[in-house]
């Protein structure tokens, strides 16, 4: 109890920092409180419902995310294509030549990731399974996690994932993953001694630091965010959310965030791919 | 870096106004930003001019300043009397530019 009101004394003090004279009256509806926009959380789910990270934003960001024209992400989309039937590596190979279109061969992909490699013995994300091709199969270098190339790709695997339903598994051999991802997102860290969950969960639509509070969720990865003037990946996110609270974030690409990539997945299992979004 | 697009219409009715739309991929970097390791200025690299030409005549060009954010998306509208190509371009600080044309009819 004394921990929990420690936790809500932080945010409050995160909120009055940000100096945002909302208050609880004069604040509209949100379009995320309306019930047009929920989706159903899965079952065991600590949310009530699930609500995209989108309905959070302002008319105008979600305009610019409506339009594949104006939604910058695509500017990265389109290296992607390139990418993708570019030969590259000793093996004289490019993904077209094992993949053939990306329309067919990654549609569902992003929706169902990470996902357990027997192979490897370990969760792996899109990107990992990106640079799992390159090195293996195409004997070309690996692109880094944030490089332009790898989020283009990625962006463009996510598309042929959009509209769909996330639905990952936690069953059977991704079990402890999935344990390990939960048991992080609910652990305190950093000096404001917070956990994911007291901001995503317990405080959701809240004004904080200038921004509406979301549930947290990773439908819309890689994301166009204006703040970056980039597009970003879901680790980017999370080391910028444990910084915020000043936690030493981990490594892109490490396994405690890719186990949080799988529990968050979880959390929000049935809510539409948006990749790639935009946010503020 | 730098890829532009463009939207035109392919088709366009006569006496109609359509909005031309454009995108360029850029770091947009203002020159007061420092480098965080050396502590040095980031020498200054913007899109300064944006220019559109129907059949070599100008129809739309603007001027762009430091404080545009990265990615500048440029919109306009044109209403052509007869069908045609335009030329768009971008210059970068240095002079160096980078361009794309779209066909369009008018009936
Ligand atoms: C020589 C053939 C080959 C090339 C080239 C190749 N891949 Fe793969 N890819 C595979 C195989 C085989 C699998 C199945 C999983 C495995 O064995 O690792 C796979 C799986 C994948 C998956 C997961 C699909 C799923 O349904 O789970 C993604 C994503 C992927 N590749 C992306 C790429 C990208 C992007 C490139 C180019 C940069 C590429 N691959 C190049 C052979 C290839
Ligand atoms: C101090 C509060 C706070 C904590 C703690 C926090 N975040 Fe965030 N997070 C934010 C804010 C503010 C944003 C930006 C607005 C939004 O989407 O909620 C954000 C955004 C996000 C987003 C992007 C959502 C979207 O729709 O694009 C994800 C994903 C996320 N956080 C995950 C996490 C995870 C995982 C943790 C725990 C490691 C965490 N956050 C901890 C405040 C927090």
Redesign the pocket.
Known sequence: MLRKSIAAAALVALAVGAGSGVSAEDKPVGPWERKENHVKAPKDSPLDYLVSGYWFRTPKTRALQDDDFENPAFLWVEQGIE??SKV?GK?G???A???ETAEK??KG?SAR?P?Y?A?NKKMMA?TH??N???E???K?KKWKWESGKMLG?TAY?GLQSRGMPVNVSIDGPVRPFFEAGKDFYHERRGQFDLACVHCHQANFGQYIRADFLSQGHSNGFPTYRLKWQKLGSLHRRFRGCNNNIRAIPYKRGSPEYTNLELYLAWRGQGLKVESPSVRQ | MSRPRVRVPRKIKKGDTVTIKTLIAHKMETGVRRNKKTGKLIPRKIINGFEAKIDGKTVFKASLHPAVSANPYISFAISPEKSGKIDFVWTEDGGKTFTKSAKFTVA
């Open positions: 990418e993708w590259d093996a190979k490019s993904c030549s094992c993949h061969g990654m992909v990731y996902v490699s192979k899109v399974q990106v799992y091709c390159r293996n199969y195409m070309a790709m695997i």
